[in-house]
T-cell receptor, first 115, second 118 residues
Framework: GDSVTQMEGPVTLSEEAFLTINCTYT??????LFWYVQYPGEGLQLLLKATKADDKGSNKGFEATYRKETTSFHLEKGSVQVSDSAVYFC??????????????FGQGTILTVHP | GAVVSQHPSWVICKSGTSVKIECRSLDFQATTMFWYRQFPKQSLMLMAT?????????EQGVEKDKFLINHASLTLSTLTVTSAHPEDSSFYIC??????????????FGPGTRLTVL
């Protein structure tokens, strides 16, 4: 079945540091890929998405490129802020067959940014 | 737009009682809603897929008689945890997919309900 693997956390950075959170996936067909963010005490929010190979999703300074050859969707940000402290989830949605619309999540990566 | 609410946000109950959690799409119609369970510091695990007007589809290993799901309208789905026990304590999250096609490949998530069974 489909699966998503994220780099283990927690990740602790200083403000303005460069961020990378690795994400790789296993899926049949051509899934859509997502990054969700969960701030403390809140529900998940869509951060960015990519629906086909070589697409780049971007939002709020975060970027991720859909790499089919390496089955990866790594999240990057050039300069993190304290307000970026949250849990980040990589996920995929496979449109094939009975899987349509289901999201498969990675285990989540806790990011803490210090001033 | 695309707001999903859950009620209650937290609930504490005694072992053996039943608890109902509501999930509402506030500004869009959702033919499909999903229910997830999130354990501390772990990922979200899909429990079931709820389609308006039909029976929910449960994931393998999820007891359908214990976790009753009703999707009565295009804006409301409910999850009832029957005869709750301490091991059912968790964070329950719903999501909804917009029927209009806006963000058809995207689910909108509720803020979650923290259930604690004593």
């Amino acid at each position: 079945g489909d699966s998503v693997t994220q780099m283990e956390g927690p990740v602790t950075l200083s403000e303005e540091a460069f961020l990378t959170i690795n994400c790789t996936y296993t899926a049949t067909g051509y899934p859509s890929l997502f990054w969700y963010v969960q701030y403390p005490g809140e529900g998940l929010q869509l951060l960015l998405k990519a629906t086909k190979a070589d697409d780049k999703g971007s939002n709020k300074g975060f970027e991720a490129t859909y790499r089919k050859e390496t089955t990866s969707f790594h999240l990057e940000k050039g300069s993190v802020q304290v307000s970026d402290s949250a849990v980040y989830f990589c996920a995929l949605s496979n449109a094939g067959g009975t899987s349509y619309g289901k999201l498969t999540f990675g285990q989540g990566t806790i990011l803490t940014v210090h001033p | 737009g695309a707001v999903v609410s859950q009620h209650p946000s937290w609930v504490i109950c005694k072992s053996g009682t039943s608890v109902k959690i509501e999930c509402r799409s506030l500004d869009f119609q959702a033919t499909t809603m999903f229910w997830y369970r999130q354990f501390p510091k772990q990922s979200l695990m899909l429990m079931a897929t709820s389609n308006e007007g039909s029976k929910a589809t449960y994931e393998q290993g999820v007891e359908k008689d214990k976790f009753l799901i009703n999707h009565a309208s295009l804006t409301l789905s409910t999850l009832t945890v029957t005869s709750a026990h301490p091991e059912d304590s968790s964070f329950y999250i719903c999501s909804a997919r917009d029927r209009s096609g806006r963000g058809a490949d995207t689910q909108y998530f509720g803020p979650g309900t923290r259930l604690t069974v004593l």
